[in-house]
């Protein structure tokens, strides 16, 4: 499957941004579906991860409560709502796909085998 991320972009503090990942060659069905970001310099990281079946999410502690991961199957997307950013939320985001048969949501980047390009982040103080 490939993916294509969009709606990054420059945000003041406190502000909000909608990521949207959309998802062609194959269904999204059966694909456990993750957001990650990378800042200069860091690591890649975890974020945010869907699972496709009943569309259990789950979230690092650094964003829990502030972003929202879903997930529209009928277009094959997948969205990463974030509120009250912080500068510390600026990064490279990437949306990644898993297939899967269990119904899980996986959290580590060598669980994904499909990525995005990534869309760029950048939140002002």
């Known amino acids: 499957v490939q993916l294509q991320a969009c709606g990054g972009g420059l945000v003041q503090a406190g502000g909000s941004l909608r990521l949207s990942c959309a998802g062609s060659?194959?269904?999204?069905?059966?694909?456990?579906m993750g957001w990650f970001r990378q800042a200069p310099g860091k690591e890649r990281e975890f974020v945010a991860a869907i699972s496709w079946n009943d569309g259990s999410t789950y979230y690092s502690d650094s964003v829990k409560g502030r972003f929202t991961i879903s997930r529209e199957s009928a277009k094959n997307t997948v969205y990463l709502q974030m509120n009250s950013l912080k500068p510390e939320d600026t990064a490279v985001y990437y949306c990644a796909a898993s297939f899967d048969y269990s119904g899980r949501y996986y959290s580590r980047t060598t669980e994904y085998d499909n990525w995005g390009q990534g869309t760029q982040v950048t939140v002002s103080s």
């Open positions: 060659g194959r269904t999204f069905n059966r694909f456990a």
